[in-house]
T-cell receptor
Framework: ETGVTQTPRHLVMGMTNKKSLKCEQH?????MYWYKQSAKKPLELMFV???????ENNSVPSRFSPECPNSSHLFLHLHTLQPEDSALYLC??????????????????FGPGTRLTVL | DQQVKQNSPSLSVQEGRISILNCDYT??????FLWYKKYPAEGPTFLIS?????DKNEDGRFTVFLNKSAKHLSLHIVPSQPGDSAVYFC??????????FGTGTSLTVIP
């Protein structure tokens, strides 16, 4: 496996279900991201993990819960979602400079996304 | 409030001609700009970037121009090829982890 992989590629769930999205990066990067792509809307940054610490939480509802057990894996746990949460969820990774180093000017490598439908 | 805007949802260009994709932003704190290309059923892939200290960056057939006073950047593809048909996202970042994306422009290059 190379690059950034995401599973599942498609997910249909009811509003009372609990599911998880998985992302894995094989690039040796130290930062990982979750984005949401809704139809006709800009990509929305949801969470950023850098060196396994969450450094950004973009006012995301608590029904989305991220987990980063190590620098290669990122999960998005889903619980009691709403139909408006139906979207493409993209994972990305990048290589952050060391803390105190140069400002991040990273390019991000994206996974193929998980197409989520909430019924 | 949308801080990065791509006002043209679609663009069609004849093969061999120039494609010009435009992007406007509102936040004067943005200092790094990127273009991504996205094919159907795939994640966006990085294409080209520019920092605010420059006004032009070129990579092969792709050139990005930055006009800081107008808060405008553009991506030029010349000559355009059918394989360039994709959705192009503009993204901007102030210093830090936050990235803001436009809604994308769907480019169709007609053979």
């Amino acid at each position: 496996e190379t690059g950034v992989t995401q599973t599942p590629r498609h997910l249909v769930m009811g509003m009372t279900n609990k599911k998880s999205l998985k992302c894995e990066q094989h690039l040796g990067h130290n930062a990982m991201y979750w984005y949401k792509q809704s139809a006709k809307k800009p990509l929305e940054l949801m969470f950023v993990y850098s060196l396994e610490e969450r450094v950004e939480n973009n006012s995301v509802p608590s029904r989305f819960s991220p987990e980063c057990p190590n620098s290669s894996h990122l999960f998005l746990h889903l619980h009691t979602l709403q139909p408006e949460d139906s979207a493409l969820y993209l994972c990305a990774s990048s290589q952050d400079p060391p803390r105190g180093g140069p400002i991040r000017t990273d390019t991000q490598y994206f996974g193929p996304g998980t197409r989520l439908t909430v019924l | 409030d949308q801080q990065v805007k791509q006002n043209s949802p679609s663009l069609s260009v004849q093969e061999g001609r120039i494609s010009i994709l435009n992007c406007d932003y509102t936040n004067s704190m943005f200092d790094y700009f990127l273009w991504y290309k996205k094919y159907p059923a795939e994640g966006p892939t990085f294409l080209i970037s520019i920092s605010s200290i420059k006004d032009k960056n070129e990579d092969g057939r792709f050139t990005v121009f930055l006009n800081k006073s107008a808060k405008h950047l553009s991506l030029h593809i010349v000559p355009s090829q059918p394989g360039d048909s994709a959705v192009y996202f503009c993204a901007a970042s102030p210093t830090g982890n936050q990235f803001y994306f436009g809604t994308g422009t769907s480019l169709t290059v007609i053979p």
